[in-house]
């Protein structure tokens, strides 16, 4: 019986290691998953903008604004915003695109069906511009997002209150309400 037990003893041992190891690969997959989770959580969350003023302008003269301008800057813990990346909303509904994605090949003629056009300008430092070949809206910077001046359709009665929201395509939705006020 000792041999027996014996060669009992040594095939728990084998299927114990071999168990061991299944299980450490296992863990060290897991923790290898719950980095990348933990890595693209963390860019997610460090991307939002602020939008820290919203007001319409009526650049006509008849009583109906026509022009909407929404000051945008990275919120004070975001690393840089793709501008190119960024979908702007009014109430929800009307969908809006960056002017310049058409101009740099990155939307065709068939994506913009249907949908109003923003143009986005750097604000803070002036003088910036796509042509520079950045993109992106970087801390302590800010930028102006105007509805309106590319594009007929876009119209606001006085009174009448909006929710603007402009979403990132990687990070968090930022919004504002308005409501249009007589100038002064």
């Known amino acids: 019986m000792g041999v027996g037990t014996l060669i009992i003893f040594i095939a728990m041992v084998l299927v114990a290691a071999v168990a061991a190891s299944v299980l450490i690969n296992v863990v060290d997959n897991l923790q290898e998953q719950a980095s990348d989770v933990a890595e693209d ?18 650049t006509i003269g008849d009583g109906t604004y026509d022009k909407l301008v929404i000051g945008v800057k990275p919120h004070y813990f975001s690393g840089p915003v793709d501008t190119l990346g960024m979908v702007v909303m009014v109430d929800g509904k009307s969908q809006y695109f960056n002017s310049h994605l ?20 750097w604000h803070k430092p002036s003088g910036l511009d796509y042509a520079d070949g950045d993109r992106y809206l970087k801390p302590g910077q800010s930028g102006v997002i105007t509805l309106g001046d590319l594009n007929e359709g876009f119209q606001l009665e006085q009174g009448d209150t909006i929710k603007v929201t402009v979403l990132l395509e990687n990070g968090l939705t930022s919004e504002k309400r308005y409501t249009a006020e007589i100038e002064i």
């Open 102 to 121: 058409e101009d740099l090949g990155e939307i065709d003629v068939d994506q913009n069906l249907d949908r109003y056009v923003y143009q986005f300008d």
């Open 41 to 58: 959580t963390q860019e997610y969350f460090n991307r939002q903008l602020d939008i820290y003023t919203v007001y319409a302008v009526d």
